[in-house]
């Protein structure tokens, strides 16, 4: 799976070293292709960019991981990579707090799916569980 990455600080640099280690372990197959940020580092001019749309029109790109952290641009950012029809994770505590419904009904609306089990919680996967069960008692 290819994916993009938005953001390239501590997170998103952090996010993109383990999966360069992990390669080749359990997580095969997750390639990082674009990361956007807004200046392009020195040795990652070949998968960077300072532009969305390159993600976003990038088709062999079917998820976008935000690690931007805050509310703004994040939040337009999570929409436009919704409205492309990629699915999304993030690990954006107050953007998910402030604005969990809108993009709950925005990734159903496009039929994608919404990941974010990390940013709350500290990686415990309740939130899945919890929405698994719900469906269960229905």
Known sequence: M???LL???TV????YEILQQVKSQQLEGIEVKRILDITIQPGYEDIMTTRLEDILNDSEIKTVVEVIGGIHPAYEFICAAMDAKKNVVSANK??????????AAKAAENGIEFRFSASVGGGIPWLHNLSRTKRAAS
């Not at 998103?12 to 996010?15: A, F, I, L, M």
């Not at 107050?94 to 993009?103: G, V």
């Open 12 to 15: 998103g640099k952090g996010t």
């Open 2 to 4: 290819k994916i993009g």
């Open 94 to 103: 107050q953007l998910i707090a402030h604005k969990y419904k809108e993009l």
């Open 7 to 9: 953001g390239f600080g």
